[in-house]
Structure formats: C-alpha cells, structure tokens
C-alpha cells in the first residue's frame, strides 16, 4: 500500500518570505500523480498544484513550485512570496493505479505580518 | 449544482442515536471518497467508490459505519450508534475517477455526539 509522509506538524514563515514543506511517500508503482491540497479555516479543501510522475520538470503554479524527486520519492512545495492568505493546513496526496488518494497528515502554515 | 454538495453541514447527535450523512457529487464523476477529519488533524480515509466496482471499505473504523452509492451518484454514509469519539468533520470527495485529475471536495459535515 502506498503512504505519504508528512513530518512538519507545524510550519511558519514571514509574509513575503519563501517556505517549503516536505512530504514523501513510499510506492512501487511507476505511473502515478502527486497533489498538494490546501485547506484555509472556511475546510473547503482547493488543489494548489499537481505533478505527473513521468515528467521530470518540476510543476509550477504562479508562486507555487514543487521541488519532485522521484528517485528519492520527495515532493516538496515550495511557497515565494508568501502572503496571509495562504495561512492553512496543506496536504501532500498520492494517486496511482488504483485511482485512490492518499493523504499525507497535512502541514499547518502560518504566515507571520 | 456546480460543485461537491454535502448535509447537512453541522449536526449535534446524542450518544447512541443513528445519523445519515449526505454527499451529492459533481454530475458524472465515477470516483466518490469519504473522509473523517478531526480537530486539526489529517484526513482519514473511510471509503472509496469507483463506478460500479466494489468500494474499498478498508478505511471504515468500525461495523458501526456503513456508506452506500446509489445509481452511482448520491452517497450516505450512516453511524449507528453514535460515541463521542466520532465526533469529527466528515468530508465527501468526487473525481471524474481518471488518474491525473483532481478531487472536489465538499465542504464537510461537522458532526458533534454529546
């Protein structure tokens, strides 16, 4: 079964500064996506970014760029700029053959004035 | 509707009663999640529907949960026999069920068991 690791509980960065949070997982598939979620306090959960397994250019997203190490099975996010309102939890998925996502257990961001 | 449609969207149960959750998909996505969130913490899975296979029930933490698909669009998900610790938000995903496509959430249900 694959899992998704998130090991920052916590995170914190000052506005307009850059912050990236980890997350890896453990498959043995070869095709598969990757996501990262963004849940503000209103818990409507919105995608941010999404990554093919197969392509090696990382994905990016106006200030929002993965760092997509297949190898190593890392898939960080990497916040520029960072504003008040990307203050939220944020959540690394996984979804391979079986169609399922995964989530890893969600990063809370704090975005500092 | 446009988006993912979950109700209600708060419900304050007493221990031991049933309640029904309710999530109305997008129109036409094959793929339907359920999820429980507590207080801060990540999403656990509870069960996955894809078309018309058999849903992956591997995530439902007791014989007291149950969910159904009917027609392949509208799903409830039932407690029985409420405790407090299954007080939580639960959240219902769809997806048109192709693997490089995103998932809609709705907005959850907070359910509170007093």
């Known amino acids: 079964a694959q899992t998704v690791t998130q090991s920052q509980p916590e995170m914190s960065v000052q506005e307009a500064e850059t912050v990236t949070l980890s997350c890896t997982y453990d498959?043995?598939?070869?095709?598969?996506?990757l996501f990262w979620y963004k849940q503000p306090p209103s818990r409507q959960m919105i995608l941010v970014i999404r990554?093919?397994?197969?392509?090696?250019q990382n994905a990016t997203e106006n200030r929002f760029s993965v760092n997509f190490q297949k190898a190593a099975k890392s898939f960080s996010l990497k916040i520029s700029d960072s504003q008040l309102g990307d203050a939220a939890m944020y959540f690394c998925?996984?979804?391979?053959?079986?169609?399922?996502?995964?989530f890893g257990s969600g990063t809370q961001l704090t975005v500092l004035p | 509707g446009a988006g993912v449609s979950q109700s209600p969207s708060n419900k304050v149960t007493e221990k031991g009663k049933d309640v029904e959750l309710r999530c109305d998909p997008i129109?036409?996505?094959?793929?339907l999640y359920w999820y429980r969130q507590s207080l801060g913490q990540g999403l656990e899975f509870l069960i996955y529907?894809?078309?018309?296979?058999?849903?992956?029930k591997s995530g439902l933490p007791s014989d007291r949960f149950s969910a159904e698909r009917t027609g392949g669009s509208v799903s409830t998900l039932t407690i029985q026999r409420t405790q407090q610790e299954d007080s939580a938000v639960y959240l219902c995903?769809?997806?048109?069920?192709?693997?490089?496509?995103?998932?809609?959430f709705g907005q959850g249900t907070r359910l509170t068991v007093v």
């Open positions: 529907f894809q078309g018309n296979s058999a849903p992956d």
């Open positions: 498959t043995s598939e070869s095709d598969y996506y």
């Open positions: 990554q093919e397994a197969y392509k090696q």
């Open positions: 129109s036409g996505h094959t793929a």
């Open positions: 998925a996984y979804t391979g053959s079986a169609r399922q996502l995964t």
């Open positions: 995903a769809s997806s048109p069920g192709i693997m490089n496509t995103e998932a809609f």
